[in-house]
């Protein structure tokens, strides 16, 4: 039983870029939530999609968006890159929503220079 | 973004030692969880609190939730180590479904 995928595993852009990343939740959950984590510090709420619609979202500009897929595979995508965009994206799944036992990817890291 | 405090930021013991750490809040949570984050690695899950005052054990794992409902611990008794890792606090509120992470405890465990 495969657990949380996420692609890539590490990459590097450049400041104004843009990038995708991608997340496929474990078997059998429906709903897909994203973090950031920057160095040093714990992960932070981006947003959730469960049914393919964005249903909750944490304090980031609309520089971030995503997509959930009917397979309830997800992208996060992030355009116009920062400097401080740069941490490891945790992508993370459960059975349902409202619930905060997550399962989470291994995360894609990120390095904007 | 809100973060929950813990401390202590990080921790040097012998194997063997008993371990604990606590994460306070200024808002209320209504389920308290403990995550375990190894180098390179997401977080996983380690206990799960639904009730204020409950005290749940996972094998060697300890974990309160706070009678006013604004912190909790986690105890590791008999520290191997395995233990070694980043050890996360986060709260989830009754109706919204994204977690509060802490700031995280780091744990070294020496021979």
């Known amino acids: 039983d495969a657990g949380v995928t996420q692609s890539p595993t590490h990459l590097i852009k450049t400041r104004g870029q843009q990038v995708t990343l991608r997340c496929s939740p474990k078997?059998?959950?429906?709903?897909v939530s994203w973090y950031q984590q920057a160095l040093g510090q714990g992960p932070q709420f981006i947003f959730q999609?469960?049914?393919?619609?964005?249903?909750q979202r944490g304090n980031f500009p609309d520089r971030f968006s995503g997509h959930q897929f009917p397979n309830y595979s997800s992208e996060l995508n992030v355009n116009a890159l920062l400097l401080g965009d740069s941490a490891l994206y945790l992508c993370?799944?459960?059975?349902?929503?409202?619930?905060?036992?997550?399962?989470f990817g291994e995360g894609s890291r990120l390095t904007v220079l | 973004g809100q973060q929950l405090n813990q401390s202590p930021q990080s921790m040097f013991i012998q194997e063997g030692e008993d371990v604990s750490m606590n994460c306070t809040s200024s808002?209320?949570?209504?389920?308290w969880l403990w995550y375990k984050q190894d180098p390179g690695e997401g977080p996983v899950l380690l206990i799960a609190?639904?009730?204020?005052?409950e005290l749940t054990s996972n094998g060697r794992l300890t974990a309160q939730f706070g009678i006013t409902r604004k912190d909790s611990f986690l105890n590791i008794s008999a520290s191997i180590p395995s233990d070694v890792g980043i050890y996360f606090c986060?709260?989830?509120?009754?109706?919204?479904?994204?977690?509060?992470f802490g700031t995280g405890t780091r744990l070294q465990v020496t021979l």
């Open positions: 999609y469960y049914e393919e619609e964005e249903r």
């Open positions: 078997s059998g959950h429906d709903t």
């Open positions: 993370a799944s459960s059975p349902t929503e409202n619930t905060g036992e997550l399962f």
């Open positions: 808002s209320i949570f209504n389920t």
């Open positions: 609190l639904y009730k204020a005052g």
């Open positions: 986060a709260g989830l509120t009754g109706t919204a479904s994204k977690l509060t």
